[in-house]
């Protein structure tokens, strides 16, 4: 690990301590004890679901097929090691891209792959958060502490969602950003700078299945909205569920801000406790929220990772 890990790491541990000292620890035990382990399932089924539809979005942006058992499996390795490792979301971008070179991909096609996935994430993440802030305009402005902000809210949400649509756009329209950033994400692949850049612009050439992939991760997007409506419905909230997919596009708008963050420790737990309270929830419950989260993405990257690991060995003993 580097000092520019490092830092941000340690910034974003103070923050998580600052947040756990701040509130009642025993309310928030109790909000996670009503769950129970019948309850914990739910969530943690619920949460796969909604990386099964953004791996649909990754599926279409493939140079050649693969099975989509493969394609969720990369896209779950991706996140599973960007929310539990030391790393930035670049380093599970470059572990996705592993996944798919194992399964008998390419580098310079694997590369593409999921930097163009990156793409049509990034534009369908930057619709999702202004989405988001449309929708909890009202409430924000009610709030007695936030109402002050709003504006500066919503203008830097604004500012965040086109800036994502436009990276976007300018990708697709032959920005040299992506070969820049495979030859510093997958250094192997240097040697096909040539099929890399080829296979890239063939991706990107295929509008209609870019599209397709853009409204794919959309929706996968708006899935982790339905997520975190089903953990509020486990907890005994009656949360509506346009609410609850407001709260996960603030908070996922915040997590992509301070992105250099690894996992967004400390990130995570004082986006949903500060705005909990907006939304007519106490503090604990948006902390309660969070750890829960933390929990469920534990639950599922470690037999992800140690699966990965067991094949990444096999795959060492057999050369």
Do not use: C
């Not at 490092?6 to 996670?32: I, K, Q």
């Not at 129970?36 to 050649?64: H, N, S, T």
């Amino acid at each position: 690990m580097t000092a520019r890990l490092l830092l941000p790491l340690a910034l974003g541990l103070v923050v998580l301590a600052a947040v756990l000292l701040r509130f009642d620890m025993g309310v928030v035990l109790a909000s996670l004890a009503r769950v129970g382990f019948g309850g914990f399932a739910i969530i943690v089924a619920a949460g796969l679901l909604g990386e099964a539809v953004l791996a649909v979005g990754l599926y279409q942006l493939l140079p050649r097929p693969l099975p989509l058992a493969i394609v969720i499996a990369a896209r779950q390795l991706r996140d599973s090691t960007a929310d539990v490792l030391p790393i930035t979301q670049l380093g599970g971008i470059a572990f996705a891209a592993r996944a798919l070179v194992l399964a008998g991909m390419a580098a310079p096609e694997a590369s593409a792959a999921v930097i163009a996935d990156v793409t049509a994430e990034t534009f369908a993440q930057g619709l999702y958060v202004l989405t988001g802030v449309l929708a909890s305009l009202s409430l924000l402005y009610k709030s007695a502490s936030l109402s002050p902000y709003v504006d500066a809210m919503l203008g830097g949400a604004a500012f965040l969602s086109a800036g994502a649509i436009g990276f976007a756009l300018v990708q697709v329209t032959g920005s040299r950003w992506a070969e820049r950033m495979s030859a510093k994400l997958f250094p192997g692949a240097t040697n096909h700078t040539r099929a890399f850049r080829d296979t890239i612009r063939a991706i990107y050439a295929r509008r209609g299945r870019l599209a397709v992939s853009m409204l794919l991760q959309f929706a996968g997007w708006i899935a982790s909205g339905v997520w975190l409506w089903v953990m509020l419905q486990v907890m005994g909230l009656g949360t509506g569920l346009w609410t609850a997919i407001a709260i996960q596009a603030l908070v996922e708008g915040l997590r992509s801000a301070l992105v250099f963050i690894p996992a967004s420790v400390g990130v995570q737990e004082a986006g949903y406790a500060a705005l909990a309270p907006v939304f007519g929830l106490t503090p604990e419950i948006g902390l309660a929220v969070s750890l829960l989260r933390r929990a469920r993405d534990v639950v599922v990257a470690v037999p992800v990772i140690l699966l990965w690991q067991a094949i990444e060995t096999r795959r060492a003993a057999r050369a």
